[in-house]
């Protein structure tokens, strides 16, 4: 696998956070891989062979070759039928909002084609330079006109949002809510209607996805470092061992045990551990 990452031009910094790329060879038996959030949205194009994501315990649907994948909230399961090549932008949780009218949250759980969100003519224009281009660089450019183009002036990112996600992500998702409302209820309603716009999750769920990205790094890490899950659990803010354990398994479908060296899961341990 063959995992790289690129930063924005200065120009969309603000709202986009990195693109990335991913290559791998056709396999002979390839394993159905679990994806889990990371509350993150991303814009993702497909440009190797179809990839196949699993909506039932027996049903999947091909994936749009191009398309916005939204807020993810629960883990889900995907599978190349073919040579993977893969080219993406990934943009902060407030930043997508900044680029589309439709109501983020609607995008949750789900793959939505690019062509419905935007001018059909143009994404089919975009498509074809993203197929054609000789290069990552190259096809950056493109996108990045694109997102310059639909990006709505008017709309202006949130600073109480801003402020909420920047300290999430600073204490990696272990600071209370109510810590950062400073015990105010009543800004509890008014922050989640404007994070259910802008971001598509609920501060409490993005809290929840960011403190468990912490502690799947340091589980990968493990042998580095020698922390036991106890420690782990700890180190991340949950209450206990059990706490951790219940939320790694809503997240992720399984135990935190059962992560490490896991098949089905090398494709999110890759990703993280190359955050």
Same mark, same amino acid.
């Given at each position: 696998?063959?995992?790289? !990452?690129? %930063?924005?031009?200065?120009?969309?910094?603000?709202?986009? &956070?990195?693109?990335w790329t991913l290559e791998v060879p056709k396999l002979e038996n390839p394993q159905r891989q679990r994806i889990v959030p990371d509350g993150n949205i991303?814009?993702?194009?497909?440009?190797?062979?179809?990839?196949?994501?699993?909506?039932?315990?027996?049903?999947?649907?091909?994936? $749009?070759?191009?398309?916005?994948?939204?807020?993810?909230?629960?883990?889900?399961? +995907?599978?190349?039928?073919?040579?993977?090549? #893969? =080219?993406?932008?990934? =943009?902060? $949780?407030?930043?997508?909002?900044? =680029?589309?009218?439709?109501?983020?949250?609607?995008?949750?759980?789900?793959?939505?084609?690019?062509?419905?969100?935007?001018?059909?003519?143009?994404?089919?224009?975009? %498509?074809?330079?993203?197929?054609?281009?000789?290069?990552?660089? #190259?096809?950056?450019?493109?996108?990045?006109?694109?997102?310059?183009?639909?990006?709505?002036?008017?709309?202006?990112?949130?600073?109480?949002?801003?402020?909420?996600?920047?300290?999430?992500?600073?204490?990696?998702?272990? #600071?209370?809510?109510?810590?950062?409302? !400073?015990?105010?209820?009543?800004?509890?309603?008014?922050?989640?209607? !404007?994070?259910?716009?802008?971001?598509? @999750?609920?501060?409490?769920?993005?809290? !929840?996805? +960011?403190?468990?990205?912490?502690?799947?790094?340091?589980?990968?890490?493990?042998?580095?470092?020698?922390?036991? @899950?106890?420690?782990?659990?700890?180190?991340?803010?949950?209450?206990?061992?059990?706490?951790?354990?219940?939320?790694?398994?809503?997240?992720?479908?399984?135990?935190?045990?059962?992560?490490? &060296?896991?098949?089905?899961?090398?494709?999110?341990?890759?990703?993280?551990?190359?955050?």
């Amino acid at each position: 696998m063959n995992y790289q !990452k690129y %930063e924005p031009h200065q120009d969309l910094e603000s709202l986009v &956070n990195f693109y990335w790329t991913l290559e791998v060879p056709k396999l002979e038996n390839p394993q159905r891989q679990r994806i889990v959030p990371d509350g993150n949205i991303e814009i993702i194009f497909i440009l190797g062979d179809d990839v196949k994501r699993w909506v039932s315990e027996d049903e999947f649907i091909l994936q $749009p070759r191009a398309m916005v994948l939204g807020q993810v909230t629960k883990p889900y399961y +995907i599978l190349p039928t073919g040579q993977v090549e #893969t =080219f993406a932008v990934s =943009f902060y $949780p407030y930043g997508f909002a900044n =680029f589309v009218s439709v109501p983020i949250s609607d995008l949750v759980n789900q793959e939505t084609a690019l062509n419905t969100l935007f001018d059909k003519e143009e994404v089919d224009e975009l %498509e074809q330079m993203i197929i054609n281009a000789k290069d990552t660089a #190259t096809r950056i450019e493109h996108l990045e006109h694109f997102l310059r183009n639909k990006l709505h002036t008017d709309n202006v990112i949130d600073k109480i949002v801003k402020s909420t996600i920047d300290t999430i992500f600073s204490s990696k998702g272990k #600071t209370p809510i109510n810590t950062l409302l !400073k015990n105010d209820p009543s800004k509890k309603k008014q922050l989640e209607r !404007k994070f259910k716009k802008q971001v598509g @999750l609920s501060p409490k769920q993005l809290s !929840k996805i +960011i403190r468990l990205q912490a502690a799947l790094k340091m589980v990968l890490d493990q042998d580095k470092n020698t922390s036991n @899950l106890t420690n782990i659990a700890y180190e991340s803010g949950f209450y206990d061992q059990s706490h951790f354990i219940r939320d790694f398994k809503e997240f992720t479908g399984i135990i935190p045990k059962e992560f490490i &060296n896991n098949k089905e899961l090398q494709l999110s341990a890759l990703f993280y551990s190359e955050e």
